[in-house]
C-alpha cells in the first residue's frame, strides 16, 4: 500500500506516516526498511541503530500529533533533546544538529522544523476536514481555503455524501 498525502514539508510527512485506510490505522513505520527509505527520501541521516531511530521518528510523531491538536508539552520534551547551532561555512550561513543521542537526530530535526513551519505558518497547517481523516497539509493554495487532504479521496467523499443527503 502506497503512503497517502507525500510531498508535504519534512514534519507534515513524518506525521501523515501513520493514517487511516478502510477503517483501521496503518503505521509506514512497522516496516523498518519503510523507516530507511523515508530517511534517504528525506536526505536524513540514519545515525546509530536504525530500530532506536524508528522509536524516536515513532516518539516525535506522536508527539507532533499532540502538538498540531493544542498540547505542546511532548513536542517540547523532544525539543529538549537537540539544539541547532548557527555555523559560517564559506562565508555562507549553515546549521548544525546537534543532539544528545544519534537516534535522535532525524526525530530532532522534524520536531525543529514542525515548530518552525507552524511559527511561520500557523494558519496554514490544517488537518483534513474529514472527520475521519487523520492527515496534516500546510495549504499552498492561493486563496489559502484548501479544506481536504485530497479532492480526490476526501473532498470527494464529502461531495458524494452532500449529494446523497440531498437526495434521499
Known sequence: MSRPLIGEPLP?????????WQGAHVDHFD????VRAWLDEHGL??????????????????????????????LNS????????PLLRSGALSEEVIVDDPAWR?????AADLVRLVGERRERVRK???PACVLWFDD????????????ETCGNRAKVNRYNQRHS
Open 140 to 151: 499552498v493554495s492561493k486563496n489559502g481555503r484548501r479544506r481536504w487532504c485530497s479532492m
Open 78 to 85: 523532544i525539543l529538549r533533546h537537540g539544539s541547532r547551532r
Open 45 to 74: 541521516p540514519a545515525d546509530g541503530d536504525l530500530e532506536q531511530a524508528r522509536e524516536r521518528l515513532i516518539e516525535s510523531r506522536t508527539a507532533m500529533r499532540k502538538a498540531l491538536a493544542g498540547d505542546e508539552e511532548s
Open 128 to 130: 483534513c476536514a474529514n
Open 12 to 20: 507534515l510527512d513524518l506525521v501523515n506516516t501513520w493514517w487511516n
Open 106 to 110: 532525524a526525530a530532532w530535526i522534524a
Open 31 to 34: 516496516d523498518v526498511g519503510n
